[in-house]
């Protein structure tokens, strides 16, 4: 089945390390975008691509860095300069944005705790 | 800043009840509006997409509007179900993506 693929789904890390987050997409979907989720703030968006070799910071994109080598994954590695780092993060991909713009999906998510 | 709200932000009803969801957007270069759910712990499920040229959309027992000159869309449920319990999330895609923050609702039976 198509869909997209988080993963690790829970991951522990200490303070000062980095982690890196897995999602992977089978859709042929070009775009493809990475949320932080907390409570009572809704989605943020941390960065997004929209080609292959092409990506551009979102809303919340300090700490964080990504890389877009392959049309099917977006790693999103969160960095030790990331004060706040425990939240749940979602990948999502669509056709990109347009007159005839897709639907947008989402994977299961991963939950980062910092100990 | 554009803007999508979502009101209410919780809701409770009995089972068999039919329900309205609100969400309001400020970006008038609306291209689409999704409806998603949300379950505890887990990822955005869509449930419907209205391009900008359609008025509405329905699957099974959910209906979705788009008024784009107010700026308004609906998610009508009926005859909820407990199983209806989650999140469910409004997001335009327009000059950006922007989501709102969601209306909880809850089914009893």
């Known amino acids: 089945d198509g869909g997209i693929t988080q993963s690790p789904k829970y991951l522990f890390r200490k303070e000062g390390q980095n982690v890196t987050l897995s999602c992977e997409q089978n859709?042929?979907?070009?775009?493809m975008y990475w949320y932080r989720q907390d409570p009572g703030q809704g989605l943020r968006l941390i960065y997004y691509?929209?080609?292959?070799?092409?990506?551009q910071k979102g809303d919340i994109a300090e700490g964080y860095s990504v890389s877009r080598e392959k049309k099917e994954s977006f790693p999103l590695t969160v960095t030790s300069a990331q004060k706040n780092p425990t939240a749940f993060y979602l990948c999502?991909?669509?056709?990109?944005?347009?007159?005839?713009?897709?639907?947008?999906?989402f994977g299961e998510g991963s939950r980062l705790t910092v100990l | 800043k554009q803007e999508v709200t979502q009101i209410p932000a919780a809701l409770s009803v009995p089972e068999g009840e039919n329900l309205v969801l609100n969400c309001s957007f400020t970006?008038?270069?609306?291209?689409?509006l999704q409806w998603f759910r949300q379950d505890p712990g887990k990822g955005l499920t869509s449930l419907l997409l209205?391009?900008?040229?359609?008025r509405e959309q329905t699957s099974g027992r959910l209906n979705a509007s788009l008024d784009k000159s107010s700026g308004r869309s609906t998610l009508y449920i009926a005859a909820s179900q407990p199983g209806d319990s989650a999140t469910y999330l409004c997001?335009?895609?327009?000059?950006?993506?922007?989501f709102g923050k969601g209306t909880t609702l809850s089914v009893s039976s």
């Open positions: 999502a991909s669509r056709i990109p944005r347009g007159p005839n713009t897709g639907e947008l999906f």
């Open positions: 859709l042929n979907h070009d775009a």
């Open positions: 691509s929209q080609i292959v070799n092409d990506f």
């Open positions: 970006d008038s270069a609306i291209y689409n």
């Open positions: 209205i391009q900008s040229s359609q």
């Open positions: 997001a335009q895609a327009g000059t950006a993506l922007i």
